[in-house]
């Protein structure tokens, strides 16, 4: 009836349950590999077995679901009336002395007469890959003496009889009573002083298996199972975690962690719920040392299993250790089909209302219904939209009548994120004010469909959905590559065959996600705008020096999208802002001049080496050398963009020298934007100085033909297939393969242009370009071009 943890293997899942089966499995076996499991044993199926004979409850549980099944009862007193038995049902004198002397054995393990310990509930039908859903039961924490931890057993026991257990086991057609109950009694570890959290080791929202995702908060692991506690995020590169001299971690999110669960000393109940200290919610829970360590674990853990895993860690407070306490299959993505994807398009938005955190890539509109608790399901509607502050699994019932679900609080591995996911829905979690300010009968449209933030507009929006097959796409010699700005979006579009990233453009990561001009920061002192000072202190918090904000964020977001692709190339495009542009980001206006043509004034690389910028790309510099160097993010190649004149060519490679970027060094190739005449007349001399040309249409059709590619009355005469734009394409790729160059495109005329794309094939371009939805309309027409090609020139040697 007890079965040591380190006795247990994956086979005994009948005897122990999945949970403790898993625990024993990794004592077992992957302790010798530095993966640290406390101890612990297990009352097994055959104990839960026992004590329900004994006290003659199965005549009970079978008297009352019966009546349950017939209607003759509802489910809350049939729940209520086994659980009232359970815990009046005395606990076998054998089972009482054999959990006793175990638990006096493990204090003599510890060191310890009476040891704190963890009772959790390990149902015998839960952590299956075809039974999801797990947590139905309950645990707890913090328990101490031999009393106690018996009567918590009971309380294990009886959870198997809570509403939510009862519903799931009839909707997943498992027999009440042919499911047993194994408790696991485990070492605690005192993450009450420390920390906590869980970690998938695959992307929860892509499925894209070459990342692990950690969560972690202050205190124990509840406040973020539970979704309480917004955490931290940290996301890690697998492939490149071997060579312990670099740190690819790709992400790297401060949580608001707002309260922690820890022990109570004294009182009735043996934990207790605070608010965390200002220096807490403003520190990282984890080292970037410790969120390796976890990492490697996850992979380590990942690969004696087979398949991708959900895995709860913590941090012992006051010895620094690092333990893993749970380890599940991971049950969504990892059964998700590979063959198709499916893009959203969201038109006729209404005004927004709200952002949180986007759980799934989806969208969906109806009626709000704000619901403070899940015994309010009566006033739920199917179809609805859930709005509530947390949820847990007594909210499952309503969840999976809703369209969409929104929550104050949670993060992506909250219980509210993992079962949105199992169900299909999209949701946001975290968004602070979401029961403030979404009234019950407020039609809305929840999108998770633009990248990691999700949000929610007023009114029922046009939403569309496309499916994209990857079935039967063509091979092609010319590369098909995709354009990305969105870090969050890239990983979604991992399945694609892509040629990597053609262009990453690097203005949108400082747009959207910094949000901060550059010389706002590394000239802080100088910032005369009040409310700009404050929203900066604000969003650096935690930052001693105001720059490493921008450094760090920015790394992050490149890292992120070089990953997606690793490891073919990934050419990012130095930052392209136009002065206006410039100085709409924060505390910015006092840096920019004004300029009446802003399109062909200060842009691109005439800033790098300015005095009145160069500052600003330093730091540009630091975070694309820390994405290679640090990270070990190499497949990065580095695009100039808007270079009018060889001397700025110079100027500007000598810049990125200076600033840790010299090309050649580590493989570095840099390349430069086409888009402005001279880099096509002076092709021989560009080719000298740079790696490769990537041709921008929109720019040297403007310069081409004179014509303000903004101007809707010279709409007409934009046109990038005009013999004048054309022959300055052929020119370009013909002078650069002169010189072993490479020449692609980004762009969408060969997607939206057959003839376009077949142009450029006939030119014998390296590559193309394109956004990722039209990634597969372009790949079929580029190998119609190539196909086309070929007959033509095979009859010109047959003739």
């Not at 952590?127 to 057993?153: C, K, M, T, W």
């Not at 939510?164 to 009440?176: E, K, L």
């Not at 939206?752 to 939805?773: G, H, N, Q, W, Y």
Request: charged residues 25%.
């Amino acid at each position: 009836m007890i079965l040591w943890l380190e006795d247990a293997r994956v086979e005994d899942v009948p005897r122990v349950g999945g949970k403790n089966a898993s625990l024993g499995e990794m004592i077992a076996n992957l302790s010798a590999m530095g993966v640290d499991v406390p101890g612990g044993f297990a009352t097994t199926a055959d104990a839960y077995r026992r004590f329900v004979a004994e006290n003659g409850l199965d005549a009970i549980i079978r008297e009352q679901t019966d009546a349950l099944a017939k209607g003759d009862s509802d489910l809350a007193d049939v729940g209520k009336t086994i659980r009232k038995a359970f815990l009046k049902a005395k606990m076998p004198a054998a089972l009482a002395k054999l959990i006793a002397d175990a638990y006096r054995d493990l204090g003599a393990r510890e060191g310890k007469r009476t040891p704190d310990v963890a009772v959790r509930s390990s149902a015998t039908a839960e952590d299956l890959p075809e039974a999801s859903f797990a947590g139905q039961q309950e645990s707890y924490l913090n328990i101490r003496g031999r009393d106690a931890l018996i009567d918590h057993v009971r309380k294990c026991y009886a959870s198997l009889f809570t509403d939510r257990a009862i519903t799931y086991r009839n909707n997943n057609g498992f027999d009440h009573l042919q499911v047993a109950l194994s408790v696991g009694v485990q070492r605690m570890v005192r993450s009450d002083r420390g920390a906590a959290g869980v970690m998938f080791s695959i992307d929860t929202e892509t499925g894209f298996p070459d990342v692990v995702l950690i969560t972690g908060a202050w205190g124990l692991g509840e406040a973020v199972v539970q979704g309480i506690a917004d955490p931290d995020e940290y996301m890690v590169f697998k492939p490149l975690m071997d060579d312990e001299t670099l740190s690819p971690i790709v992400e790297r999110t401060l949580g608001t962690k707002e309260k922690k669960l820890v022990y109570a000393e004294g009182g009735t109940k043996p934990t207790k719920w605070l608010r965390t200290k200002a220096d807490e919610r403003a520190r990282f829970t984890l080292t970037n040392d410790e969120v390796l360590t976890l990492a490697r674990w996850a992979v380590t853990i990942e690969q004696h299993y087979g398949r991708p895993m959900d895995i709860e860690w913590a941090k012992d407070g006051k010895t620094g250790e690092l333990a893993i306490v749970q380890a599940r299959p991971e049950t969504v993505q990892s059964r998700a089909e590979a063959t198709d994807l499916k893009t959203f398009s969201i038109t006729n938005k209404g005004r927004q209302l709200t952002t949180g955190l986007a759980v799934g890539a989806g969208a969906a509109t109806g009626k709000v219904i704000n619901l403070a608790s899940p015994h309010d399901i009566d006033k739920f509607e199917d179809g609805a939209v859930l709005v509530t502050t947390i949820t847990d699994p007594d909210w499952v019932p309503i969840m999976k009548r809703a369209a969409a679900i929104v929550t104050d609080h949670g993060g992506r591995t909250s219980h509210a994120a993992i079962v949105s996911r199992e169900l299909g829905l999209p949701a946001i979690v975290g968004t602070h004010d979401a029961t403030k300010v979404l009234k019950t009968g407020t039609d809305v449209t929840v999108s998770c469909a633009e990248g990691d933030e999700g949000r929610i507009y007023e009114g029922i929006a046009d939403v569309k959905a496309e499916a994209l097959s990857l079935e039967d796409l063509p091979e092609t010699k010319t590369r098909v590559m995709l354009n990305m700005a969105t870090p969050s979006a890239a990983l979604r579009w991992w399945r694609l065959p892509a040629d990597g990233i053609g262009l990453a453009r690097m203005e949108f990561i400082i747009n959207n996600i910094i949000k901060i001009h550059p010389l706002a920061l590394t000239r802080f002192d100088e910032v005369k705008d009040k409310q700009a000072r404050r929203q900066i202190e604000k969003m650096t918090q935690g930052y001693a020096d105001k720059s490493r904000y921008f450094v760090d964020t920015l790394a992050y977001g490149v890292a992120r999208l070089a990953a997606s692709q690793y490891p073919n190339p990934v050419i990012v495009r130095m930052s392209d802002f136009k002065t206006n542009e410039y100085a709409e980001l924060i505390g910015g206006r006092q840096f920019e001049p004004h300029e009446e043509n802003p399109m062909i004034g200060w842009r691109g690389a005439s800033r790098y080496y300015a005095d009145d910028y160069k500052d600003g790309f330093a730091l540009e510099c630091e975070a694309l050398a820390k994405v290679r160097k640090q990270m070990g993010f190499t497949n990065v190649v580095v695009m100039i963009p808007f270079c009018r004149t060889l001397e700025e060519a110079d100027q500007t490679l000598d810049t990125m020298a200076a600033h840790g970027l010299v090309r050649g060094d580590d493989g570095l190739d840099v390349y430069v934007m086409c888009e402005v005449p001279s880099n096509v007349i002076l092709a021989d001399e560009f080719s000298e100085r740079f790696d490769g040309f990537s041709i921008g249409s929109n720019d040297l059709t403007q310069l081409t033909l004179g014509v303000d590619r903004d101007s809707s009355l010279l709409a007409h005469l934009f046109d990038e297939e005009n013999p004048a734009v054309k022959r300055m394409i052929e020119s370009v790729i013909g002078t650069a393969h002169k010189h072993h160059r490479k020449v692609g495109l980004c762009g969408q005329g060969p997607s939206d242009k057959p003839s376009f794309a077949r142009f450029l094939v006939e030119c014998d371009i390296d590559s193309m370009s394109v956004t990722p939805d039209s990634f597969i309309r372009t790949k079929h027409a580029v190998a119609e071009a190539e196909a086309a090609l070929e007959t033509s020139q095979d009859q010109a040697a047959a003739e």
